[in-house]
Nanobody, 112 residues
Framework: EPQLVESGGGLVQPGGSLTLSCAAS????????MTWVRQVPGKGLEWVSG???????GYADNVKGRFTCSRDRTTTTLFLHTNILQPEETGIYYC??????WGQGTQITVSS
């Protein structure tokens, strides 16, 4: 059964960094399209980043140059390295797979 478990969220000051992890199991992770989506309070879901079967990442314009998405096929883990975080990026970050599975989310709070 497909399963995704995120971790790595937390409290960080503006301008800080966090690395999110998404442990995947139960599906063919190596070639699966994977995405990161966030839900910011008062807003809907926002696509943040994704990585395709060729391991090519893509980014939303507002995170490009600050976030890096990568996958470790050995440990079947998806990563999102976030840099220069801003308070408006506070929210729950989810990873999702191409087979429709979502994780439970991990909270990032950007605050001084």
């Amino acid at each position: 059964e497909p399963q995704l478990v995120e971790s790595g969220g937390g409290l960080v000051q503006p301008g800080g960094s966090l690395t999110l992890s998404c442990a995947a199991s139960g599906f063919f992770f190596r070639k699966s399209l994977m995405t990161w989506v966030r839900q910011v309070p008062g807003k809907g879901l926002e696509w943040v980043s994704g990585i395709d079967s060729a391991n090519t990442p893509g980014y939303a314009d507002n995170v490009k140059g600050r976030f890096t998405c990568s996958r470790d096929r050995t440990t079947t883990t998806l990563f999102l390295h976030t840099n220069i975080l801003q308070p408006e990026e506070t929210g729950i970050y989810y990873c999702a797979s191409g087979v429709g599975e979502w994780g439970q989310g991990t909270q990032i709070t950007v605050s001084s």
